[in-house]
């Protein structure tokens, strides 16, 4: 069954401080892996996209890595900020055109104190 | 900048009754979906549109039918409305092609009593 899951389910952490979250995927065929951002009260936000080449891409403070071979994929936030308080969806396709193939974490809900 | 914009981001509803969410998208894209995103259960798929008046069931269409007559607008209908579909709605649109990103309305967040 193709499955997306995310780690934790939540965090806090301090205002400056780094972290690290997680999404394991069994999805297969595999097109591309995205994180969104949701800001309470919005839709979610497209951070970056991975695909099957990709390792690691950067999109200011935030870093996504893939590993293909073991089916995971990390974000990292640096020098976390206050607006950085979200959840953050992992997102998986395969390369059809059926929308069913898109495939949702149920997300990592991001506290940051100051 | 994509605008998809969705009618209402309140609403409060009895049972039994007829509910209409309206979406629109101003970017021409082909690709347009309702989503429900209940706690736990992440974003799960209600129905998904490729192009005017062409749709496909997603995990969970029961209970719901939908309606495209023009490309940028996206109808999702609730045809007697249960407690049980009381949740956050999300619009979505996109260009065709797996690598598109999905651009998002604000939400819906539909009460049922």
């Known amino acids: 069954k193709n499955q997306v899951e995310q780690s934790p389910q939540s965090l806090i952490i301090l205002e400056g401080k780094n972290c690290t979250l997680q999404?394991?995927?069994?999805?297969?065929?595999?097109?591309?892996l995205r994180w969104y951002k949701q800001d309470t009260g919005r839709g979610p936000v497209s951070l970056t996209i991975?695909?099957?080449?990709?390792n690691t891409k950067s999109n200011g403070r935030y870093t996504a890595t893939l590993d293909a071979d073991t089916k995971q994929s990390s974000l990292h936030i640096t020098a976390s900020q206050l607006s950085d308080s979200a959840s953050y969806i992992c997102?998986?396709?395969?390369?059809?055109?059926?929308?069913?193939?898109?495939?949702f974490g149920s997300g990592t809900r991001l506290s940051i104190r100051p | 900048d994509v605008k998809v914009t969705q009618s209402s981001r309140y609403l409060v509803k009895r049972t039994g009754e007829k509910v209409f969410l309206e979406c629109v998208q101003d970017?021409?894209?082909?690709?347009m979906f309702w989503y429900r995103q209940d706690p736990g259960l992440g974003l799960r798929l209600i129905y998904f549109?490729?192009?005017?008046?062409?749709?496909e069931k997603g995990d969970i269409p029961e209970g719901y039918s939908v309606s495209r007559e023009k490309k940028e607008r996206f109808s999702l209908i609730l045809e007697s409305a249960s407690t049980n579909q009381t949740s956050m709605y999300l619009c979505?649109?996109?260009?065709?092609?797996?690598?598109?990103?999905?651009?998002f309305g604000n939400g819906t967040r539909l009460t049922v009593t």
């Open positions: 997102v998986v396709s395969s390369p059809y055109s059926s929308a069913s193939k898109i495939i």
């Open positions: 979505a649109s996109s260009h065709r092609g797996y690598n598109s990103p999905l651009h």
């Open positions: 549109s490729y192009d005017v008046k062409m749709k």
């Open positions: 991975m695909t099957f080449s990709e």
């Open positions: 999404c394991n995927y069994t999805v297969s065929p595999f097109s591309n």
């Open positions: 970017m021409d894209h082909e690709n």
